[in-house]
């Protein structure tokens, strides 16, 4: 649905100047009064303008190019995801323009103002930032944005519906004969927007308490998506309710990320383990570990066939339980 940004021609109206005079003040030319320059500018910082370098673009108003802003290069889910999206959009004659946040919220917002100003006809955003201002900002930019990882209310969304693959992950652990479970997963930040984690979360704590299980939560410090450090798991690994529980253990980590770095105490303790999103590099090095898969490549056609030919709604993309003997 298009957006209503205020025009040039509004501007001039709102003013009361010609629409010369508006184009002298907003691109610093010559042949106007400071007095009614500062007006202007004012004016059209307080209705929002933006210059609409899109219908100036190349190609017929577009410009071919889609952006991505994700957390960081490190995350072999991002790594799985951006090479999938890139195929596809290059299919269709496109060009992608990749941007890190590194979990940092201005940062977040500054790499959607790059890539707006870029004129790219759509935007793949795993966004940190969330609340009502931050997506009334989005939806005014007026550029199709699919968010993938984490939810945003009012803009579309990408991915597998966490609450039915948490559900089925945990019902394999528990087929399984464990007792105990442990949940191990990044500090959350509250101000931050952690959807898929918050999920993963509650319906691990739901299910647990159904079931009647002894559980524990972990909680590591998660620098940049990289993992858990040498010194997180040797904590871990010295905890008394791992250590001498006579329950049978398993840690259930809400990425593989977490699940890779803690497989070997997992061997060592005798303990299940299982992750999600199934990351490439398991498969690559044959690594034993069962993980929440989801169709990286159907997201990718989804999300594309959304931004650039505009198709419907983008639908939820299936999951499935990888098994190979971590459980």
């Known amino acids: 649905m298009k957006r209503n940004i205020v025009s040039t021609t509004k501007l001039a109206e709102i003013c009361g100047v010609s629409q010369g005079t508006v184009d002298r003040a907003l691109n610093n030319?010559?042949?106007?009064?400071?007095?009614?320059?500062?007006?202007?500018?004012?004016?059209?910082?307080?209705?929002?303008?933006?210059?609409?370098?899109?219908?100036?673009?190349?190609?017929?108003?577009?410009?071919?190019?889609?952006?991505?802003?994700?957390?960081?290069?490190?995350?072999?889910?991002?790594?799985?995801?951006?090479?999938k999206l890139e195929e596809e959009f290059a299919k269709k004659g496109y060009s992608t323009i990749v941007m890190f946040t590194h979990k940092n919220q201005h940062r977040e917002k500054e790499c959607i103002d790059n890539l707006y100003h870029m004129?790219?006809?759509g935007?793949?955003?795993?966004?940190?930032?969330?609340?009502?201002?931050y997506e009334n900002y989005l939806l005014s930019l007026d550029i199709p944005i699919v968010t993938v990882g984490n939810k945003l209310e009012k803009l579309p969304y990408s991915g597998m519906d966490e609450v039915q693959a948490t559900t089925d992950a945990l019902c394999h652990v528990i087929s399984n004969g464990y007792e105990k479970l442990v949940f191990v997963t990044t500090a959350m930040n509250l101000k931050n927007n952690s959807y898929a984690l918050i999920e993963r979360l509650r319906i691990f704590e739901n299910i647990t308490k159904q079931y009647?299980?002894?559980?524990?939560?972990?909680?590591?410090?998660?620098?940049e998506g990289i993992g858990i450090?040498?010194?997180?798991?040797?904590?871990?690994?010295?905890?008394?309710?791992?250590?001498?529980?006579?329950?049978?253990?398993?840690?259930?980590?809400?990425?593989?990320?977490?699940?890779?770095?803690?497989l070997p105490l997992a061997d060592k303790l005798g303990a299940g383990i299982i992750g999600f999103n199934d990351v490439r590099s398991i498969n690559t090095l044959a690594i034993k570990l069962d993980s929440v898969?989801?169709?990286?490549?159907?997201?990718?056609?989804?999300?594309?066939?959304?931004?650039?030919?505009g198709n419907g709604e983008i639908p939820v993309i299936e999951h499935k339980i990888i098994k190979r003997g971590s459980i």
């Open 29 to 83: 030319r010559p042949g106007i009064s400071p007095k009614t320059k500062e007006r202007i500018l004012r004016v059209a910082k307080e209705f929002g303008y933006r210059p609409n370098i899109h219908a100036s673009s190349m190609s017929g108003g577009k410009s071919m190019l889609i952006g991505v802003v994700v957390f960081n290069p490190n995350d072999d889910y991002f790594g799985d995801l951006l090479n």
């Open 119 to 121: 004129a790219v006809d």
């Open 212 to 223: 009647s299980l002894e559980t524990e939560i972990i909680e590591i410090d998660d620098i």
């Open 293 to 309: 898969a989801y169709n990286v490549t159907a997201s990718a056609k989804a999300i594309s066939d959304y931004l650039i030919d």
């Open 123 to 133: 935007i793949v955003l795993c966004p940190i930032c969330h609340g009502e201002e």
């Open 229 to 262: 450090s040498d010194g997180q798991i040797d904590e871990i690994s010295k905890m008394k309710s791992l250590t001498e529980s006579d329950k049978k253990t398993a840690f259930v980590c809400s990425t593989d990320i977490y699940a890779l770095r803690l």
